[in-house]
Every structure is written in C-alpha cells, then in structure tokens.
C-alpha cells in the first residue's frame, strides 16, 4: 500500500456493517412502537448513520431521504451539525461532490474548528481536483483523436 493511499479519503470513511444497519434497524422500528419521541430521533439518527456509510448506493440513498426529512429549524446547533455531516458524507458517498462541500461548509460555520469536517472537507475538494484532472486528460485525447482523424482524412485527400 503506497504513502498516498494513507490519506485517501475511503481510508478515513468508515464503511457501514451489515449487522449494526440491522441492529439500527430493528431499533428504529422498535422505538416508533414507543411513546419516546426522543428514542425514536436518536435511533433514526443511528439508522441513518449506517446508511450513509453503507456499501450499498441505494441505502446511502435512503440514509440521506431520512436525513433531509429530518432536518427542521428547531434543531440545535449540535443536532443541525451533525445531520448537516451526515448528509455531506452521503453526498460524498453517492458522488455529489459539490453538494457535500456545500454541506460540509456549513457544519464548518456552526463548529469552526470540527477536525473530522475539515478533514471530509480536504477530502472533498481532493476527490474534486483528482475528478477535474481525469476530465481535462480525458478531453485532451478526444482532441487528439479528432485532430488525428482531420489529418488522416486531409493526407488522404491529397
């Protein structure tokens, strides 16, 4: 493993458990038979935790369905912070770098110094130059085969 795969973000990001989803699960819909409010929010915020960090797109899918029903005004700064990071890391997860970074930045201006959201955020913008890298090297040999194929064409001409 090279000194670069050290800091890749995957590397960082843990990945959901299959039996602790389960578990968050089977809690989830044990706490919406209770009368707690409260347990019912917290084991939703567990749930969508593993789903966010599930290998699987659909559930990262759901994890940020749930997170997005879930986020209303009357949420404390600590509650808003930590739901707004979920989103970005399933953001992040699904590929929708630009959205993540939106969110991520603003965890930041609730929590400044957050380490584990400045570091999803370096991540972010790591994967975003890595990504638009590929694209110009990708655009470039399209014009290389399109202007290969104009001289071909043009020499055959003659």
Not at 18 to 40: D, I, P, T, V
Not at 101 to 129: F, G, N
Request: glycine share 10%; proline share 3%; aromatic share 6%.
């Amino acid at each position: 493993m090279g000194l670069g795969m050290l800091w890749d973000f995957q590397y960082v990001l843990p990945k959901g458990n299959h039996q602790f989803y389960l578990g968050c699960e089977r809690e989830a819909a044990e706490a919406e038979k209770s009368s707690s409010g409260e347990l019912l929010k917290e084991s939703i915020m567990r749930l969508s935790w593993a789903l966010v960090h599930s290998r699987q797109p659909e559930d990262v899918q759901r994890g940020i369905a749930m997170l997005e029903a879930a986020i209303s005004g009357d949420d404390s700064p600590l509650k808003m912070r930590e739901k707004l990071y979920l989103l970005a890391v399933g953001y992040f997860r699904s590929g929708d770098y630009s959205r993540s970074r939106e969110l991520v930045e603003e965890c930041l201006t609730i929590a400044p110094d957050w380490r584990q959201a400045m570091t999803l955020k370096k991540s972010i913008e790591d994967r975003i130059t890595k990504d638009g890298v590929i694209g110009i090297g990708i655009a470039a040999t399209a014009v290389g085969l399109l202007a290969g194929g104009i001289a071909a064409a043009v020499s055959r001409k003659k």
